[in-house]
Each structure stands twice: as C-alpha cells, then as structure tokens.
C-alpha cells in the first residue's frame, strides 16, 4: 500500500466505519489489573486501536469508560476496540492461559528478562499493571514470561502507557516476521 502523505489520504485509505468490525486483528491481548490513571487505559486504548489488538480485559479497579478523561486520551478508541470488565486479573489470565495463549507480564522481577529477548508464541497477551503496585504475584506465577524495558537513567521504571507502547509494537512485529 502506498503511503499517505497527508492526514486527508491517511483517511480516505482507512477501512470504512461500518466494515471495521470485520478487519483482521493482531493475535495479542492486553490485561489491565487495576490501573487507576485514565490517562494510561485512554492511551492504551489509542495503542490498542492503532495496532489492532484482539481485545483488551478491563480488570479490578482499572478505570473503564465511559470516563471522560479516559474518552479525551483514547480519542474515543474505547469505541472501537474490543474490551471487556472483568472483576478478576487473575481469573482472566488463567482462562487465557487454559486457552493457549501465551502469557507475558511487563515487571520488574528477578526472573525478568530484556523485552528484545522474549520468544513468544502466539496469541500472546501482555499483563500491565498498576505503576505503584505492579503486576499481582499470583499473575507472575502464571507468566510464560516476564519482561522489562532497559532504564538507564535516574528512575526505575517508564510509565505503564510507554511501557505498553514499547512491548506492543515489538509483539506487534513479531506477529508479521
């Protein structure tokens, strides 16, 4: 396909509204466990869109929409993306993971390895948690993987929206070699 070279083609090239439902998507999922940052889930949503991610599973205390600052950060992705609220984090991922998708948890650990590493099989879903609490110990036991991103800097970590963004396109490659 040819690249657009303006916003005006960028939108003419796109799926229309009413076949979009139909578009094939990226055999990844995403796992929110209990990320209170509107900010973050919005801007998750934005990456989930524009990657075509399978779904995403809204978990425990997450912000779901409709939320307003959430809606202004996705630019109303929320309502393009498949997602779902679901009470438990963990009783997601062990469904996902009965199922066959391979399960891999964006933390700081031990067992983490350097995210240009990780061997995934596909579908693959990425676990992101709570900045201040990561992800839960009972999610880890289930991982496949467990990955982080190299901080060179001061602080220990990125936020979880970069963190995503990072993980997402490199998953999001993998699907296409």
């Known amino acids: 396909m040819k690249e657009a070279s303006s916003k ?51 978990c425990g205390q997450t912000i779901i929409p409709p939320n307003h600052k959430l809606k202004t950060t996705s630019r109303g992705t929320e309502r393009w993306v498949p997602w779902e609220y679901r ?31 990780i061997c995934p099989s596909f579908p693959v879903c ?8 990561g992800v839960s110990p009972e999610i880890l036991g289930l991982a496949d993987s467990i990955v982080s991103l190299p901080i060179y800097g001061m602080t220990n970590s990125l936020n979880v929206a970069s963190t995503a963004s990072v993980l997402l396109y490199e998953l999001s ?5």
């Open 8 to 58: 005006g083609e960028l939108r003419k090239n796109k799926t229309d509204r009413n076949s979009f439902s139909q578009v094939i998507r990226a055999p990844i999922y995403i796992v929110l466990d209990s990320l209170k940052s509107a900010y973050n889930v919005g801007s998750i949503f934005r990456l989930a869109d524009a990657l075509l991610i399978t779904k995403v599973y809204i």
């Open 87 to 117: 009470k438990s984090a963990v009783e997601t991922v062990r469904g996902l993971k009965e199922a066959g998708v391979f399960i891999l948890c964006a933390e700081l650990t031990a067992e983490s390895i350097d995210y240009k590493k």
């Open 173 to 177: 490659q993998m699907t296409k070699r």
């Open 126 to 133: 990425l676990i992101l948690g709570r900045e201040y609490d």
